[in-house]
């Protein structure tokens, strides 16, 4: 027996399910990049809201790339269940405001007509960073990006994030259907910014009374997420499902804490999302720095240095006392001070509260998971507060272990010498010149350095950048990762 409409009265009683009528539940949101991040933050405020304040907010979930989650959740009626986990015990809830379910490489043309449909206010996205086919260094549009080529020529069946924005807004503009909203939801810094030029930038190659038009009429407010979410195993699902007493196929595991700060920008309208704890403000940009890199940054941080000391996840690299010491010396000493906090956030606790986290023992965050796409992640989180500390003349050593750490990965051998899986989707590039360098720091790093869309030009021409990260690779390359975290941590 599966989940499903039919089966969701019958579940056990401790079990949250939605608390409003799915039938009447009509489609105002399309969201990009249906995975596991978004239906355990924004599908599941959506939810809450929809039971105290019942609206046309049902979400259409487009998959950009695999049939895998519709392939899973049509038999299940779109529902599925987010288990909140900690050491104290594991809650379950079974969201429902998951009205369709598309893929677009089967049928672009299907994603296009429910994108241009007036009843759409809203388009969501969490694409991953790559997903915007920009320069991550500068932000802007990647023109020679083999996707954005290719929906310039063919804007009616596109496979990049931009132009399937690009087309259905130009539907709606042509039949006088007003905009929908873009909302960004990928930890980018200045998520909404960054679509609106990267959008704007595609419209005006189009054609430049689009892109006018784009400039002006499309509303991209910038947000700012946060939940834990690592990938669902098959455990979970096993789990899960004799909980349930019926088999949920795609359940998604996360962790208690969730957060979503959002600029109050909607002129198409927005669900009351404020009634159900979301963040409405109208500065995104503090909360953004201050989760980029204290969260993000000691993710990324832990995720190259545990996998390299052979630590499998986030909590077990948390467990080595020297790890945990340096990630608390990086957030005090070094990305910490770099910040501007929000009104009302405290600093202190948000760490604390950080650290708490990154130990939660009933989340399995695989550091291998993390370490994805580390030339889309790295500048935000270790290279934006190392250039702020280096123009303040102040010390980086932490951020360049961090971002050694990434370097002696993507080297692709492990400490025991086996072959590691780098994703990213630089990974060729990566991979030859490693192969080129060899194992030698003082080889590897100058080629590195020389990306120049993750390091821009200013970082590889400052020593003061430059010698740290160069001798903590060395470092790393001749004692191991486990060694060198506990002389950083230990000064
Ligand atoms: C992680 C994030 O995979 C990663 O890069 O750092 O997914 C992180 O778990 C979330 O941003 C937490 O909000």
């Known amino acids: 027996m599966r989940l499903s409409s039919a089966t969701l009265a019958a579940l056990p009683a401790g079990v949250e399910r939605p608390a409003y009528d799915r039938t009447a539940l009509r489609t105002g949101i399309v969201h990009l990049g249906v995975g596991a991040f978004q239906r355990a933050h924004q599908a599941l405020f959506t939810d809450r809201l929809l039971g105290r304040e019942f609206g046309d907010w049902g979400i259409c979930g487009v998959s950009l790339r695999n049939p895998d989650t519709r392939d899973a959740l049509a038999p299940q009626d779109g529902l599925y269940t987010v288990a909140v986990r900690d050491a104290a015990g594991e809650r379950l809830r079974v969201v429902g405001c998951l009205t369709e379910l598309l893929v677009a490489p089967e049928d672009p043309a299907a994603v296009l007509e429910r994108m241009s449909h007036p009843s759409v206010r809203i388009v969501t996205l969490t694409v991953t960073e790559k997903g915007y086919c920009h320069d991550p260094a500068t932000g802007a549009l990647n023109e020679a990006h083999p996707d ?17 924005l690009a087309e259905a807004l130009s539907r709606r503009r042509a039949a006088g259907i007003a905009p929908f909203t873009v909302l960004s939801c990928d930890n980018l810094p200045g998520n909404g910014d960054t679509v609106a030029r990267i959008l704007r930038r595609f419209a005006e190659l189009r054609d430049a009374g689009f892109g006018a038009w784009v400039a002006e009429a499309v509303a991209c407010p910038n947000s700012m997420v946060d939940r834990i979410v690592p990938a669902t195993t098959d455990a979970d699902r096993a789990r899960v499902s004799q909980a349930l007493g019926v ?93 501007r906090m929000p009104p009302g956030a405290d600093l202190e606790q948000y760490k604390a509260a950080l650290i708490g986290r990154f130990r939660n ?12 796409d580390g030339t889309q992640k790295l500048p935000q989180r270790l290279l934006a507060p190392a250039r702020e500390r280096l123009a303040a003349g102040l010390p980086i050593d932490r951020l360049a272990l961090g971002v050694a750490g990434w370097m002696r990965y993507v080297s692709g051998r492990d400490e025991a010498g086996r072959p590691i899986d780098v994703r990213d989707p630089l990974a060729d590039r990566l991979a030859a010149l490693a192969a080129e360098a060899g194992p030698s720091a ?14 821009g030009d200013d970082l590889p021409r400052d020593p003061r950048f430059t010698g740290p990260v160069t001798e903590a690779l060395h470092r790393l390359f001749t004692r191991g990762a486990k060694a060198v975290v506990a002389a950083a941590a230990g000064a």
Do not use: C
């Open 148 to 164: 954005i080529r290719h929906d310039l020529a063919n804007p009616g069946s596109p496979r990049s994030t931009i132009g399937f």
């Open 247 to 339: 088999a949920d196929a795609w359940p998604v595991v996360t962790e208690p804490f969730a957060q979503w700060v959002v600029e109050d920008r909607f002129p198409a309208g927005r669900p009351a999302w404020e009634t159900v704890g979301v963040e409405m403000v109208p500065d995104v940009h503090p909360y953004e720095t201050m989760k980029l890199r204290l969260l993000n940054g000691s993710h990324s941080t832990l995720a190259y240095l545990g996998y390299l000391a052979g630590y499998e996840t986030v909590s077990d690299s948390m467990a080595d006392p020297a790890f945990a010491r340096l990630i608390r010396g990086l957030m005090d000493e070094e990305s910490g001070p770099t910040l």
């Open 361 to 372: 023992p009933a989340l399995h965050h695989r550091t291998w998971q993390i370490a994805m």
């Open 442 to 455: 003082e080889r590897l790093a100058p080629a590195l350095f020389g990306l120049s869309a993750v390091f």
